[in-house]
């Protein structure tokens, strides 16, 4: 079956660690996106990947690195850096990086991270 | 103000109601627009997208207005299982290519026997 999978599904982290959430899709998509969702808040995009060996900052990128060395993988990492890293992490995958037709972004099922 | 609004409900209704939500957006250059629906601990997915003319999906209908930079859902004879968190949806075009979506804080829906 196609689609996106995270893992883990709920981490927990002790402060000052890092720790690295999967994404991985099988859908030969070029784009793929990190979200964090916090309670009353919208998902904010925080790094997003156009294409294999390239990613761009979102609107909340501080305290969080990413790489795309493989087109069905884009892992994220939280650092130390971030401040309050507790959040619902959503990664997502879209088909086409540009363009005025839209593609439909599909998302994984999350990793719930949790601060010690 | 935040790019997408939309009350936070919960709207408690009925089963068999029609309940209406609406979100407001504040860029003009949006591109496109969509109602995602999210169920409680699960990922967002797309319901349907919005188009300038109105569009309808069964029950559901969606409708935009680009000069007052509205977007509405409205639900017919809701189901118990359309309860859920309903996100508002805009997209623009990212510098450089690609696109961005940016997501409403949602609004809950229940729906009671």
């Known amino acids: 079956d196609g689609g996106i999978t995270q893992s883990p599904k709920y981490l927990f982290r002790k402060e000052g660690q890092n720790v690295t959430l999967s994404c991985e899709q099988n859908?030969?998509?070029?784009?793929m996106y990190w979200y964090r969702q916090d309670p009353g808040q919208g998902l904010r995009l925080i790094y997003y990947?156009?294409?294999?060996?390239?990613?761009q900052k979102g609107d909340i990128a501080e305290g969080y690195s990413v790489s795309r060395e493989k087109k069905e993988s884009f892992p994220l990492t939280v650092t130390s850096a971030q401040k309050n890293p507790t959040a619902f992490y959503l990664c997502?995958?879209?088909?086409?990086?540009?363009?005025?037709?839209?593609?439909?972004?599909?998302f994984g099922p999350g990793t719930r991270l949790t601060v010690l | 103000r935040k790019e997408v609004e939309q009350d936070p409900g919960p709207f408690n209704v009925p089963e068999g109601a029609t309940v209406a939500f609406n979100c407001t957006y504040s860029?003009?250059?949006?591109?496109?627009f969509f109602w995602y629906r999210q169920d409680c601990r699960k990922e967002p997915k797309l319901l349907m997208s919005?188009?300038?003319s109105g569009n309808e999906d069964g029950r559901f209908t969606a409708q935009l207005n680009r000069a007052s930079q509205y977007i509405s859902l409205l639900i017919r004879d809701s189901k118990l299982s359309d309860s859920a968190t309903y996100l508002c949806?805009?997209?623009?075009?990212?510098?450089?290519?690609?696109?961005?979506?940016?997501f409403g804080t949602g609004t809950q829906l229940k729906v009671e026997l």
């Open positions: 949806v805009v997209r623009s075009i990212l510098t450089g290519g690609g696109n961005k979506l940016t």
């Open positions: 859908l030969n998509h070029d784009a």
């Open positions: 919005v188009y300038s």
């Open positions: 997502a995958s879209s088909v086409n990086t540009g363009g005025l037709s839209y593609n439909e972004q599909f």
């Open positions: 990947s156009q294409i294999v060996n390239d990613f």
């Open positions: 860029n003009s250059a949006s591109q496109s």
